[in-house]
């Protein structure tokens, strides 16, 4: 998994009825785009993220609208 910073890292809900967290990536921690991501959420927060199996990048340029 890659990143750039401003891109969108989604981590899917694990349960049914669990809304998805959206951040924007601030900082990439990692080389070469690997994580660990410093990750600003929809509700303020910051976070750094290891992303797992239930996390998406969704890169800037490929974004839906």
Known sequence: MR?????????????VGEHDKIGEIVEVMG???EPPYRVRFEDGHVGVCSP????????????PS
Not at 3 to 15: E, F, I, K, N
Not at 52 to 63: A, Q, S, V
């Open 3 to 15: 990143a750039t910073v401003g891109d969108q890292l989604v981590q899917h809900g694990r349960v």
């Open 31 to 33: 080389q070469k785009g």
């Open 52 to 63: 797992g199996p239930d996390t998406e990048i969704r890169h800037k340029e490929i974004r």
